[in-house]
């Protein structure tokens, strides 16, 4: 993959961006929607190099930063129990829930164990038959066909003591939700890889469709990046309809991964969800079926929640919604770093300050 | 989060298999690939713990040459 690094072939496609946009009168705004297009763009440095013609924006691309507080205060309660053991992926570790988070109660002493795949908490779940094992499933339409499958292999191995949190949320209503808030002006979209991995290109298209905004799945090197701009802006300049393009036809098709889609739909039922920032997206995230409710954490295992409370200075709300910038934020560098994050766009790699603290040096 | 790294596949063993990448290998899950479409030597997308695509490899290196093309003539 070194070739989509090439810095020649990157020269000449900044060039082309330029040119095509010479004679706009306004710089045009491109967002991106996904954790791993604001780090790569923050490390390549591509926001500076497109600065004088196009205004990138980071979107609610980060799961962990757009779940909301109750979702960790849920599970600082079930870690605090003695029969529960909590299986999570490791980025959930510090995010601060409303008094806790997970980090601080592994320290007090409570039973949680980070895993790289859910099958790691089945394992887990099978080893200790005494104790209820939950995982965290948070993450977007990639994620959650794993965990469909994760549910569909305890239901083979007939586990009783499994559970899920289910926090997963879908991309394509939150995007119009964007397109649809008046503090924002989206010319056009960079949709994210691996989610479209998944769904393909085809649940973006009423953006083209219904609001005119070109859109384009793009990978994640520095030449897919830029080639994505480009595309999106010669759709602008040409001023026809807008329509969804994929740059990243190496890993997407149109129709996405059928089998993994079939899974995902078999398993989880579409719902109303609160994104941290957003507020409540209609069928944005999703539920476990009837079906499968015997795995349902929520269900099966009552916990009292401790109140929902928020750092009142913590701006991720209007970062995750692209109408503020870290350096916005009073918190920002001073209180909130990575080492002591304040919200949740600094815990998460992915999230835009820690993006912006490791790579915007100004 | 949604991060996920291409590895190439070295076995197969019908519901898994083992990737590698920069000499490191480990085992994955392919329940959300279809029976047929993988063999040795390709490359899958891995999200944790799970293949979630094939990686079109042809594809990868056509498309540079198109873009190389494109940005030499326009």
Same mark, same amino acid.
Do not use: Q, W
């Given at each position: 993959m070194d070739e989509y690094r090439n810095p020649e072939l990157g020269q000449k496609l900044l060039g082309k961006i330029e040119e095509t946009l010479r004679g706009f009168p306004v710089k045009i705004s491109i967002m991106e929607v996904c954790g791993t297009h604001t780090m790569s763009i923050a490390r390549a440095g591509i926001g500076r190099l497109l600065a004088e013609r196009v205004r990138l924006l980071s979107g609610p691309g980060c799961p962990v930063c757009v779940t909301p507080n109750d979702y960790m205060d849920r599970a600082v309660a079930w870690a605090r129990c003695k029969d529960i053991i909590i299986t999570t992926f490791?980025?959930?570790?510090? #995010?601060?829930?409303s008094t806790s988070s997970l980090y601080r109660e592994k320290v007090s002493g409570a039973q949680i164990a980070i895993v790289y795949s859910p099958l790691e908490a089945i394992g887990i779940a099978e080893a200790y038959p005494s104790k209820k094992i939950i995982f965290l499933?948070?993450?977007?339409e990639t994620t959650a066909p794993t965990i469909a499958a994760t549910i569909k292999c305890a239901r083979e191995k007939n586990l009783k003591n499994f559970f899920i949190h289910c926090g997963h949320k879908l991309v394509p209503p939150a995007m119009r939700t964007l397109v649809n808030d008046p503090e924002l002006q989206i010319d056009g979209f960079i949709c994210p890889g691996h989610v479209s991995t998944i769904?393909?290109?085809?649940?973006?298209e009423f953006i083209a469709r219904e609001y005119h905004i070109p859109c384009v799945v793009a990978g994640f090197e520095p030449l897919d990046i830029l080639e994505s701009v480009w595309m999106i802006v010669n759709q602008i300049s040409r001023g026809n309809h807008a329509i969804v393009e994929i740059q990243y036809t190496r890993a997407v098709?149109?129709?996405?991964n059928p089998n993994a889609l079939s899974l995902m739909n078999e398993v989880f039922a579409p719902v109303d969800s609160i994104w941290r920032g957003l507020g409540t997206i209609p069928e944005s995230g999703m539920t476990i079926r009837e079906s499968n409710a015997d795995f349902d954490a929520v269900k099966k295992i009552p916990v009292a929640v401790e109140e929902t409370k928020e750092?009142?200075?913590?701006i991720c709300g209007m970062i995750l919604r692209g109408v503020?910038?870290? #350096?916005?934020?009073?918190?920002?560098?001073?209180?909130?770093?990575?080492?002591?994050?304040?919200g949740p766009c600094m815990v998460s790699s992915e999230g835009t300050c820690a993006a912006y603290y490791k790579y915007e040096k100004g | 989060m949604c991060l996920a790294v291409p590895m190439k596949i070295v076995k197969l063993t019908g519901t898994d298999a083992v990737v590698e990448l920069s000499g490191v290998q480990r085992s994955i899950n392919?329940?959300?690939?279809?029976?047929?479409?993988l063999k040795i030597g390709d490359y899958v997308i891995v999200h944790a713990g799970f293949a979630i695509q094939k990686l079109d490899s042809v594809d990868a290196e056509e498309r540079l040459k198109l873009l190389q093309e494109m940005l030499e003539i326009s």
């Open positions: 490791g980025d959930m570790m510090k #995010v601060p829930g499933a948070i993450g977007f769904i393909g290109s085809r649940p973006y098709k149109p129709e996405g750092h009142p200075a913590c503020r910038l870290p #350096v916005d934020c009073p918190l920002f560098r001073t209180t909130c770093n990575p080492e002591n994050p304040i | 392919l329940a959300l690939m279809s029976d047929s479409e």
